[in-house]
């Protein structure tokens, strides 16, 4: 370890020990020479209220999403009085004329009414409007399907934090400039555990503008359902304090209330049984512009710590012994994303009608990528809210997605991080992008102790490179935004623009504040990041097959099968007509090439070795 590292460790616990009050956090230059320096955090929280509106203002927001041709969308309302109609008409203009097309009833619990259109015409813009008798309206616009666009954007957000209540004009602004095809908030949209709709409302009054105008999803986390932290255990009561037995907190009215409000607009789930204590559901996938979006809920199986593993910290879920052994908290009863969601993702995996690029969206990413956490704890050695624990449930997850060359999108850990996973080796599997807080109270560093491998000398920020989390996973580190006395916390939002024609993924990482309107603004040093999709199956081939050369069909999906197992290797819809799959072990396989009625099938196609010139002809 290198002399600069240990006296930047030594640093770190100083400031542990003098214990830094709360308006205060560590902090972390882009360059390890400067260290980290404190940061002041302007505070301006207090309890959420519910502002008594003119009654022509009743319909704060909506949010809405359009799948397979069919419109959802929601509309969020001020709390109405006892002798105020209960319901809301939902019209959209066709020249100069408004036409009801659906109505939908205002729910008492959480003021939320959603509407569900059948048959929507995917092809046009649709301007639309939400009434209400009293005289309340709210405008916005359907958008079409933009499958003609050859890029698809995704503007993605997470933890909007309570010690900020104020609106958001640089986010707003930024975000009509770029005019992303998609938006994602991953959760923590709300911080008021026992307020959700008071907090909800100013949610909408935040972000409303945008998300009026665009498909947009919202999905809940920890702190949205009033806990702050989640292991849902499939729905069980948590009652140790901290919610580290595995569990919810809160009632369960009161957490379906939550989830009712923020998912409803989205598409229908894919398999809608509630978990125990009628807690419902939303897991399912959405398509936008070619791209399609598996919509998945980290926490609600994943199971608590307490009681799991020995306790090894101050925390159920924190580690802190040095002599701990990585291998003995990843039990075999510990479970992550459960069998149901499992289930889903690899049958959403090998459906690529109408699909040229995969996509999960979700709470957290699938590794630890923080060391340095919050203002006193500093340094953990392994953090079992991450989703790098347990590690089998994670590497199942990992398979799960790698299997249609699919990218992770996803928040939660206040820290900005570009991650390539691996399960055996290093950048076998998917890469993930963890987006930064929209508020950033509480800081997360990216500081390892060891010295990285592969490091790339010409990236700006010194700790890239192959490492171990806490958990003993692999990772590689591609970019990461710490905070700093010169980037606001690193606070920020994050863009992934999907190329369909070149099948890249470019990940940017914008910092809050910067203007993007103006000449030479700048994301996160270390940004952007550019991948190419079949970078997510990045596992070293031990064979191959011979090249596929197909007729009939431009871009044509390709599915292989490894036939003594049975087990599906991957799926992909190519680029072009010509392909040579590859294999990771010697033996005789299924491919599949086409779709719907024009599929052909080849059976007992033996591996080949990369320097083996055989061709498949396919004619579809």
Partial sequence: MSIQRILSAVFLTFLVGVGLKCEWVHAQEQTASEGPQPITIERR???PTIPDVPRDRVICFALYTVHNNILKLSAQLYPLGEDEARRVQLEIREGDIWKPIARAEVDDKGWLATFRVEDWDQTRDFPYRVTHPGGAGFEG???KDPVDKDEIVVAAFTGNSNSDRGMRPDIIRNIKAQDPDLLFFSGDQSYDHRAHTAAWLLFGRQFGEIIKDRPTVTIPDDHDVGQGNLWGEGGKVSKLRGGADGGYTMPPDYVNMVQRAQTSHLPDPYHPTPIRQGITVYYTSLKVGGVDFAIIEDRKWKTGPAGMIPKQGPRPDHINNPNYDRRSIDVPEARLLGERQLKFIRQWGQ???????????????????????????ARLLADLDSNGWPQSGRARALREIRRCFGFHLGGDQHLATVIHHGIHSWEDSIYSFGVPSIVNYYGRWWWPLAEPVDHDPDNPLPFTGRYYDG???KLTMYAYANPSTKNYNAAGYGLVRFKKSTREITIECWPRHVDVTQPGAKQFPGWPVTIKQENNYNRAPLAYLPTLRIHGQEDPMVQVIDEYLGEIVYTLRINGTTWRPKVFREGTYIIKVGEGDSIKVFTGVKSIRADDKEVIDVKL
């Fill in 45 to 47: 929280g207090g309890q």
């Fill in 141 to 143: 616009l359907v958008r």
């Fill in 351 to 377: 459906n690529w009608q109408g699909t040229e690029m995969k996509v999960v969206l979700s709470q957290t990413i699938f590794a630890g990528g923080a060391h340095i956490h919050g203002r006193h704890n």
């Fill in 471 to 473: 958990l003993g996973n």
